[in-house]
């Protein structure tokens, strides 16, 4: 089910505790992210129903919980591996598949802004790397999945 090892004994505790509740920036600042029903309903088998929400993709992953939680486990582990298990489904939000595919393009997750590099006194970037990234991600397609069609174009 799941490609992070989850101790379902701990997310038990964990769902039962709460104490990272309050610390949390997320449970704090965004409405309706509420980690222990993610974590209910993984522990119930019903965690597929959340791999196409946002609220897996909220968590901040400032380890805040994890500092706090006696067990030194907290619900960061929980959404992680939700986060994983739906890529894995190709299900992510927007964002990140705009994100992947810029990555892809230029091997940045943005393009730079000169002028404001020039203006802050920065060099101008460095060569992005894309060709060395483009061959290690062939490599790792071929051993995956066999060639990539759209990597073959080139």
Partial sequence: ????????????????????????????????????????????????????????YQCLECHHCLEICYQNYGFENAMTAMRLRAARQGIHPPQVRRGWDMFVKTSRLGEPSLAARKKLGLPEPRESGKEEFLKLLEVYRMRRHGPSPCLRER
């Fill in 1 to 56: 089910m799941f490609d992070i090892h989850l101790d379902f004994d701990l997310l038990e505790k964990c769902n039962r505790c709460g104490a990272c509740y309050d610390i949390c920036p997320s449970c704090l600042n965004i409405d309706g992210y509420d980690p222990r029903a993610v974590i209910k309903d993984i522990l119930n088998g019903n965690a597929g129903r959340w791999l196409t929400s946002v609220h897996i």
